[in-house]
């Protein structure tokens, strides 16, 4: 609902109720553009940090949420769509159905970035915003899918087949350097994360930008790994600054087998299910035809390493040792 002034967002209130999401048609991005007004004392405050009615105002209603979720889609000139995979695997498909029938609606070809809301009980996912472009929760695709949103980007726009957007990796995770200070101490802040970043023994890609600014993001870091047990032992590295030693690391019980990454698609719904009952694993290609030194050296050692369960691509599982 559009507002002029300050009577219509009273009346805005008396029809929504409050919370009032308050937000403004231009420069309205990366949180930038929103304010929440609690009551009607709030409404002149909240126009205000949003410049006043002239950037052009207008009103939703509060939504309840307990979880925000974004859908990286793309369309090509062919009316093709593609979506990238989803973190939120319970409401997968319908997450990805709502996104697919939001950019259909829209014209354009490219990528469109679909943030949705998951309300309380997971009873529905409501369409939240629509952002034409790449965007910040598909970083990761750079390192993680076989094809980046950036490079279908550009196939989409030029007219190119839809690259394919499925991880190439048994999981991966973005960490979002936000500013602590302005300046040169927020770049020395920022930078020790950084050096503890590059000493993780796994594959990560790390981007800053020239100004460092307070509460802003300032760059990415995206690890990938076997497993997310592993992924989060490294980020712990990271943030907390904790040691490859620390007792708190988990060891994986089961290990997920498979001759190449062409395979990890089959096999990605076993990894599922273990995140699902927390068990902990860790996913490798090793090839009986490429890699036969590999596969007999993963296999001699898995007990070492505490691995139970070795689960292959033809779903047969080997107990190694059978543990209390």
Known sequence: MQIDDLEGAKKAGELFGYPLMIKSRRLA?????NAVAKSKEELPSAVDALGGFHHGLYVEKWAPFVKEVAVIVVR????SISCYPVVETIHREHATE??????????????????????????????????PRPHNSGHHTIESCYTSQYENHLQAVVGLPLGNPLLKTPAAVMYNILGEEEGELGFQLAHKLIKRALTIPRPLFIGMTSHMRKQQKMGHIT???????????????IVDGK?????????????????????????????????MFGVPYEVRIVSA????????????????????????????????????
Do not use: C
């Open 29 to 33: 991005y990366d949180g930038r553009g």
């Open 76 to 79: 090509g000139r062919d009316n």
């Open 98 to 131: 709502v996104a697919s029938n939001a950019v259909n609606s829209l014209e354009g070809v490219g990528v469109f970035a679909v943030e949705l809301f998951l309300t309380e009980n997971g009873q529905f996912i409501l369409l939240n915003e629509v952002a």
């Open 223 to 237: 690890i990938v790994g076997p497993s997310l047990g592993n992924i989060e032992s490294n980020l712990a590295i």
């Open 243 to 275: 040691t490859l030693d620390d007792k708190t690391a988990v060891a994986p019980r089961v290990g997920i087998i498979m001759g190449s990454d062409s395979d990890l698609p089959v096999m990605k719904s076993a990894a599922e299910i273990l995140e």
């Open 289 to 324: 035809h490429r890699t036969p030194e590999l596969m007999f050296s993963y296999a001699k050692s898995a007990d070492k390493l505490g691995i139970q369960v070795i689960e292959r691509k033809s779903v047969t599982l080997k107990i190694l040792r059978e543990k209390a």
